[in-house]
């Protein structure tokens, strides 16, 4: 069965702390691997693919990278406007089907 | 560009009554989506749409009903509400382009409360 396993569900951080997300996944057939930020009350709002194990992309202050078996997304120097839930998702092999969802990471960072 | 719009953003409904929840984008993206989020777990998939007139169901299809006439608009039909169908809706659409791993981009969600 294909899944998408985030951890941790819940972490905090100090301002400038920096740390790392987790997104594990066992799928048939890897299209894509895709992070999205959502804050409370809207919609998620596209972050990140990732295509290939080996392959990195960063924006600001995130950086994602993929392997054979996971993504991580690491998140360099915080600032408390990072405080969202962040989620992970796949795309796998088959026309026409949409994205296999983690739970997500709620990250709340502190001044 | 707007990008993906939901329709209400936020309804309360009684246990039987039915409802639309509307979404359209203005991106001239082929391939539209509709997701539930429920506390706590992932996003779910109810039904998509590859085109206009052709749609097949998701993981979660039971309660609900698609339509697609054109390419822009994909409205969601809840018959006879339930419980259980209390949750936030989240549309999103994307363009198929055979390659892999097209982006999904998601509207701002309807939050449906069923009493």
């Known amino acids: 069965e294909d899944q998408v396993t985030q951890s941790p569900e819940a972490l905090r951080l100090q301002e400038g702390e920096s740390s790392s997300l987790n997104c594990s996944y066992t799928v048939s057939g890897l299209r894509g691997l895709f992070w999205y930020r959502q804050d409370p009350g809207k919609g998620p709002e596209f972050l990140f693919t990732l295509y290939s194990a080996g392959e990195e992309k960063e924006k600001e202050r995130l950086k994602a990278t993929l392997t054979k078996k996971e993504s991580f997304l690491h998140i360099t120097a915080p600032k408390p406007e990072d405080s969202a839930t962040y989620l992970c998702?796949?795309?796998?092999?088959?026309?026409?089907?949409?994205?296999?969802f983690g739970k997500g990471t709620t990250l709340s960072v502190s001044s | 560009n707007a990008g993906v719009t939901q329709t209400p953003k936020f309804r309360i409904l009684k246990i039987g009554q039915s409802m639309t929840l509307q979404c359209a984008q203005d991106?001239?993206?082929?391939?539209m989506y509709w997701y539930r989020q429920d506390p706590g777990m992932g996003l779910k998939l109810i039904y998509y749409s590859v085109g206009a007139g052709i749609t097949d169901k998701g993981e979660v299809p039971n309660g609900y009903n698609v339509s697609r006439s054109t390419t822009e608009d994909f409205p969601l039909r809840l018959e006879l509400a339930a419980p259980s169908q209390t949750s936030v809706y989240f549309c999103a659409s994307s363009y198929f382009s055979g390659g892999p791993g097209d982006t999904q981009y998601f509207g701002p969600g309807t939050r449906l409360t069923v009493l």
């Open positions: 998702a796949v795309h796998i092999n088959q026309a026409g089907t949409a994205l296999i």
């Open positions: 991106m001239n993206h082929n391939y």
